[in-house]
């Protein structure tokens, strides 16, 4: 009995232990993730802890770069940030209205394609491409915030990835909370491209310098092999060293953490700029010009789960909060209308009058139609976004880009029923149709299989590479093709200028650009004087043999030149007769048993023609060729595809290119929600024919295809189909704006007879009333 | 929705009222011997041909038929709780243009005859079945032109820069309960000018 007892107090005890325990467990983590109410910001002078938790003395031999999840953790809970907007595409289950996808551009093989884990409509989940964690690290983590998918757990890891020698790409803190102005998204990006993933933070948040580049390290290389000294001019092991100034004698160092972030934080992901916009004039946002910044409206809590602005977010995400923070939480909260106030939302927002608006139009369209972004017009206007176009990094490369061409406004209907102005991309990549389904094709496998097809300006590149490092020419060599000169850039492709030297007969005009202007690469001279001609003999064996080095040439080095031709049998200048058509200018040619080709192809000067200083990268004849190469490389004998500008091409029967439309060549589309204008620059502002007329921009514009490839083959919209609208009513609605003027007067007219009418009758019941009439009579 | 409701209870109200009214008044009718197609005839014979002079006809029929789409396009669309929109809006648009136009003409041609006089309101004429149906001529009359004013103006207060959002929903709401005034005044109307046995 005393046994059972004492079991029975045992248990109690235990019980309550375990209960105050898990008490204290709950209290501590709410300590994390709820705010005390001070509206103050912590001083943030942190120890900073390496990957293992281990503090880091910036003097020591060896550094390892600071990791964010240990640094930080002990007073923000990581993992509650994790599931934060910017980290959770990967697991979320609720991913709202669709926002800008990642776009994988790859201009060599003309694909620009939409992903995204998130679900949207017409983007593709990068798994279904075979995209690991690790491809999409490199593709994006340019801008990205790091954590999530650039974050794998150990057994998330893709066999072919080198997590083990980059590191993990954890959540960069100080990418957004950083107020120093030495937080670097271009040092950022760097060292993304050079794989040290996890030296990323560190080297942009300024605490330290980052040398070394993880992508040149053998796949076995770990952390604890440290740096190799046999080494230090190609595989160098990224390191970090300090600041040592920044680090107290505690070894802390000062994080200057913003209490509200800066605009600029945001914008190094987020900017939007009109192509062709100059800085000096640059619109600017409404709000950001009032000086609010986009955290005022773009609100989280530790959970990080931003706010995103738009009217029917609450009811997606299932938080009333978030209503507050739209466009109409803030300026026609119908609390604070309730309460009469018509002067004031949130923060003072002006309540806005919408004098002749009918109410129709806050029914069917979204705030932004009018007030955001660029006023319609007759043609899109072209932006460039940070991420689409790989905008705010910095230094001597470019590595901004024009593709993909992103244009707005484009009014669309979206699941909420109503019209709101969208950005859109038209998606352009090869794919693999089977049934009416198309699956893209990866452009690694596309370059595989098309060889040089896609390598055009590479291939011209490549001769002239030899020409001006063994052809003993001062100058550039260049070729002149259709009035154009073509000559070599520093990114290994081809630059074109006009040509403005004398008039050249022959089509391919090889020539050398230097300071005394452009000089034919072979000399005039007579090949059948009796004399030969020693300067130019030698300038061909030159030219001969520095073609002699190219790794590619389908055959031996040759030059035509007026009916005679030059070529180096066993390493000796020899002249044989010629082609009897002959030539004006010397011609580079390759010589392969009896047959001559010529050095550029007809195939590479057409595409070069086309394609070297436009937008466009393809022509259809490059396409053509591409897809019967895909075809002959597969063994299932699959239907190949590539899309472009909103049409599916594809090889006929008989080999010819033919087009078509088809739901995978669909534009993909996202919402927009600045650049703000205010009331005074609002669409309407002019009246209702801004929009109702017959020949509006809003209504009519149009809407083209555009792709990397060079065709008028091209999908075109007018504006009204975006918004599943019917052109001849909304021609007719347009129209009857021109007679509602005359309408007005007449309404005003019969208003006033009918008035008088009926006030001539309660006269006529007053005078009787009063006995005036009956006096009268 | 409060508008859906009030509009059937009002529209429920005045069958049952205009049913009484039938059955109390005109026992005589019950027992009708000859047909209705015939009956409708003689009614549209007497009650239109004869009434008013050939031209004057197209402003009752422009009338009449505004009036029916109207109606008809308006509380469709209110009893589904939808707004007007596309070409039943464009319609109703035109329409009330042609309405307004006819509603002017009709007064003007027509409020002579629907004067108020005290004389009317006195009581030995009240007793009588056709004096009482006078009165609501004229009565009825008069709110079908009130109501048609009103809709006049609000229609073009809609279409003008000076009213704010929230003045122009006040607007709105005015509208259609002016609308439903007008149907309710018109249905009367032509029930006492039906089967009024002194005109």
């Known amino acids: ?777 | 929705m409060t508008f859906v409701i009030i509009s059937i209870f009002c529209l429920i109200t005045l069958f049952f009222v205009l049913s009484y009214f039938r059955f109390r008044h005109s026992p005589e009718d019950r027992n009708f011997k000859t047909p209705w197609i015939e009956r409708s005839k003689n009614l549209y014979r007497s009650w239109f041909i004869h009434r008013y002079p050939a031209k004057q006809r197209w402003i009752y029929i422009g009338l009449a038929l505004s009036y029916c789409y109207l109606v008809l396009s308006g509380f469709i669309f209110a009893l589904i709780s939808v707004r007007l929109f596309g070409l039943v809006l464009l319609l109703h648009v035109v329409l009330g243009c042609l309405f307004s136009v006819c509603l002017c003409l009709a007064v003007l041609l027509r409020s002579r005859f629907y004067t108020w006089n005290v004389k009317d309101l006195a009581p030995a004429n009240l007793k009588t079945k056709a004096g009482k149906q006078k009165v609501w001529q004229i009565v009825l009359f008069w709110i079908f032109v009130a109501s048609g004013l009103v809709l006049v103006v609000t229609a073009l207060f809609q279409m003008l820069p000076q009213f704010s959002l929230r003045a122009q929903l006040i607007i709105f709401e005015v509208h259609r309960y002016a609308a439903l005034e007008i149907l309710l005044a018109g249905i009367a109307f032509l029930y006492f000018s039906l089967f009024n046995d002194g005109q």
């Open chain 1, 1 to 777: 009995m005393k046994y059972d007892k004492a079991l029975f107090w045992i248990v109690i005890v235990v019980l309550f232990g375990l209960g105050v325990s898990l008490f204290l467990q709950a209290q501590t983590s709410q300590k994390k993730t709820t705010w005390d109410g001070s509206r103050t910001t912590a001083v943030h002078w942190l120890q900073l802890k390496d990957e293992f938790d281990q503090l880091i003395v910036p003097s020591d031999y060896y550094t390892l770069p600071y990791s964010a999840q240990y640094t930080c953790t002990p007073c923000h809970d990581y993992s509650v940030i994790q599931e934060g907007l910017h980290f959770n595409a990967l697991f979320s289950t609720q991913h709202g209205r669709a926002g800008e996808p990642w776009i994988w551009a790859d201009p060599k093989t003309g694909t620009l394609l939409p992903l995204s884990y998130r679900g949207w409509p017409g983007v593709w989940n990068p798994k279904d491409l075979g995209l690991t964690r690790w491809d999409f690290t490199l593709l994006f983590g340019r801008h990205m915030t790091g954590g999530g998918v650039s974050e794998p757990k150990d057994d998330e890891v893709s066999p072919e990835s080198r997590w083990e020698v980059s590191g993990k790409l954890e959540m960069n803190c100080m990418g957004c909370h950083n107020a120093s102005r030495q937080q670097s998204h271009s040092e950022w990006a760097k060292q993304v491209l050079r794989h040290n993933f996890r030296w990323a933070a560190t080297a942009s948040s300024g605490l330290g310098e980052v040398g070394g580049m993880a992508s040149r390290l053998p796949g076995t290389w770990d952390l604890f092999d440290g740096p190799n000294p046999d080494d230090t001019e190609w595989a160098v092991v990224p390191t970090v060293r300090y600041w040592p100034s920044q680090f107290d004698s505690k070894h802390r160092v000062f994080f200057d953490i913003a209490p509200k972030i800066d605009d600029q934080r945001c914008l190094a992901c987020h900017s939007v700029t009109r192509v062709g916009e100059n800085r000096l004039t640059a619109h600017q946002d409404i709000h950001s010009a009032a000086g609010i910044g986009c955290v005022d409206c773009h609100r989280n809590d530790i959970g990080h789960s931003m706010t995103r602005g738009y009217e029917e977010e609450a009811e997606d995400y299932q938080d009333d909060k978030r209503g507050e923070f739209s466009c109409w939480g803030c300026h026609m909260d119908e609390d604070l209308s309730k309460q009469g106030s018509e002067t004031a939302g949130r923060l003072g927002a002006p309540y806005p009058e919408h004098s002749g608006i009918p109410a129709v139009h806050f029914e069917r369209l979204s705030c932004t139609v009018c007030h955001s972004g660029p006023l319609p017009s007759k043609e899109s206007t072209q932006v460039r976004t940070s991420r689409g176009n790989r905008l705010g990094i910095y230094g001597v490369a470019q590595w901004s880009t024009e593709w993909p061409q992103i244009v707005e406004p484009v009014f669309v209907k979206d699941q909420s029923g109503k019209i709101a102005p969208h950005r859109l991309m038209w998606p352009a990549y090869w794919g693999k149709m089977e049934g009416e389904n198309i699956t893209p094709l990866r452009p690694s496998d596309v370059e595989k299989a098309a060889g040089r097809i896609l390598m055009v300006e590479e291939s011209v590149v490549e001769v002239f590479k030899a020409i001006a490092l063994y052809g003993e020419i001062e100058g550039v060599p260049i070729l002149v093709l259709s009035g154009n000169v073509y000559e070599p850039n520093v990114d290994g492709l081809l630059d074109v200028s006009k040509y403005s030297g004398e008039e050249v007969s022959a089509e391919i005009y090889w020539a050398i650009k230097s300071d005394g202007g452009i000089i034919p690469l072979i000399p005039e001279f007579d090949p059948d004087a009796e004399e030969p001609d020693v300067d130019a003999e030698t300038r061909i064996q030159n030219v001969l043999m520095a073609l002699d080095t190219l790794e590619n040439a389908p055959g031996q080095p040759g030059i035509i030149y007026k009916k005679a031709m030059y070529h180096l049998p066993e390493g000796y200048l020899e002249k044989k007769e010629g082609p009897e058509e002959g030539t004006t200018t010397a011609k580079l040619v390759w010589l392969e048993d009896d047959k001559i080709t010529p050095a550029v192809s007809g195939f590479q000067v057409r595409s070069v023609v086309a394609t070297v200083g436009s937008e466009q990268t393809l022509t259809e004849e490059q396409v053509a060729l591409v897809l019967q190469s895909l075809s002959q490389n597969d063994i299932e004998d699959s239907s190949y595809v590539y899309v472009s500008g909103g049409k599916v091409f594809m090889l006929d029967e008989e080999g010819r290119l033919t087009n078509s439309k088809h739901p995978a060549a669909e534009p993909v589309v996202w919402p927009l929600g600045h650049r703000v204008r205010p009331a005074q620059q609002s669409l309407g502002i002019n009246g209702c024919t801004d929009c109702h007329s017959e020949s509006s921009a809003f209504f009519f514009g149009t809407i083209k295809g555009a792709g990397p490839m060079k065709t008028d083959k091209f999908d075109k919209r007018s504006a009204h189909s975006f918004m599943n609208l019917d052109k001849p009513y909304q021609k007719l609605f347009g129209l009857s704006f021109r007679v509602r003027p005359l309408l007005k007067v007449v309404l005003f007219v019969v208003a006033v007879i009918v008035g008088s009418m009926l006030l001539i009758m309660l006269m006529v019941i007053l005078g009787q009333y009063t006995g005036l009439f009956e006096k009268r009579r």
